[in-house]
């Protein structure tokens, strides 16, 4: 971000841009969602710019060490998800750019996150990066 704003760079896909944008420090062109952000009415997709199919949606979890006994990980999820359930905090992730607070259950968040891990391989294949 500061290499975008000080003109060492033209452009940057990032998340966390939201307040720079609307300091008018740094203008958006697209959004690498498969829909425009209720934050960003007026930014279209990718897609919608002409850069069909390049999507990188984002999303995060709360992870524990392996070990951690299932009670404990069964009451962590329980505080997390009533947490996000919460309508200020939906308001601040909306108004912060997040499409969707999808609160999920331990066994439901490890099925999404093996589905995601093609994807992700595919990704890092298609880039080229390598682990040093």
Sequence with gaps: ????????VDFIITTGALPFIRSGK???????AHQRL?????????????VKGFYTD???G???PANTPRPALEKLNVALNQALRDSELQKQFTEQGS???KPMGVDEY????????????E????????AD
């Design 1 to 8: 971000m500061t290499d975008l704003m000080a003109g060492r």
């Design 26 to 32: 740094v203008r958006p062109l697209a959004v690498a």
């Design 38 to 50: 209720p934050a960003l009415p007026d930014v279209p997709t990718f897609d919608e710019a002409g």
């Design 58 to 60: 984002s999303w995060y």
């Design 62 to 64: 709360l992870v524990a």
């Design 99 to 101: 499409l969707l607070v």
């Design 110 to 121: 490890w099925t999404f996150v093996k589905k995601q891990m093609p994807t992700a391989a």
């Design 123 to 130: 990704q890092v294949r298609i880039s080229g990066a390598k």
